[in-house]
């Protein structure tokens, strides 16, 4: 793998580790879809994960999977009960993205890339996302967070669909992404300090 197909492999794995910080099941359906019509922009050797997820039972899986995750954010409180799950899917989620995208490369450089860059990413996004939500929850009570998670379930397809199709543009915008995300958890975690010290002032 050359310096360019290394880049390309880099960009293309942080884009779907970032999009499963938004969603867990919508990332790989969508890149086993592109696998199995050969829609992925660069030739990556197939490992027995992608192999299963463009697979005829893997599409199943994961499009039935897909389905349930996005139906169950539009149930009120649900999510949130979700996002305890969520949490800690995305990151192994982003871990095996990554993983996949860098198959033809080292396996301490791919792994290694994997956990520190694609669990790293896609864990950090899901963190912004619950923050987003529990804010949502709290001052709308939860009325607010179908809203919510739909602008996260269509960012999720966008930054998807972007990480396959020109990879280079998607590792611009998981920049932004871990940005915004970083500013929604410091928000949170300043307002339930501010909470913490009023409530010790009463």
């Excluded at 970032?18 to 829609?39: E, T």
Aim: hydrophobic share 55%; charged share 10%.
């Amino acid at each position: 793998m050359n310096e360019l197909d290394l880049l390309m492999a880099t960009s293309l794995g942080l884009g779907l580790a970032a999009a499963s910080g938004f969603r867990v099941f919508i990332p790989p359906f969508v890149y086993g879809l592109s696998l199995r019509f050969d829609m992925v922009p660069i030739s990556i050797p197939m490992t027995s994960v992608s192999e299963w997820m463009a697979s005829d039972i893997g599409l199943i899986v994961l499009g039935a999977a897909m389905v349930i995750e996005i139906l169950g954010y539009y149930v009120p409180w649900i999510d949130n009960l979700l996002d305890t799950i969520a949490s800690p899917a995305a990151i192994i989620a982003g871990v095996m993205m990554m993983s996949s995208t860098l198959s033809d490369t080292h396996p301490v450089l791919q792994w290694g890339a994997a956990i520190i860059a694609g669990g790293g990413v896609s864990g950090t996004i899901q963190i912004g996302t619950v923050a987003t939500r529990a804010v949502s929850t709290a001052t709308t009570g939860g009325l607010g967070n179908p809203i919510v998670s739909t602008v996260e379930a269509g960012a999720c397809i966008f930054c998807t669909i972007l990480a396959i199709l020109l990879p280079i543009i998607a590792l611009l915008l998981v920049f932004v992404l871990l940005g915004f995300s970083g500013k929604q958890v410091k928000k949170r975690f300043f307002n339930d300090t501010k909470n913490s010290i009023d409530n010790m002032n009463v």
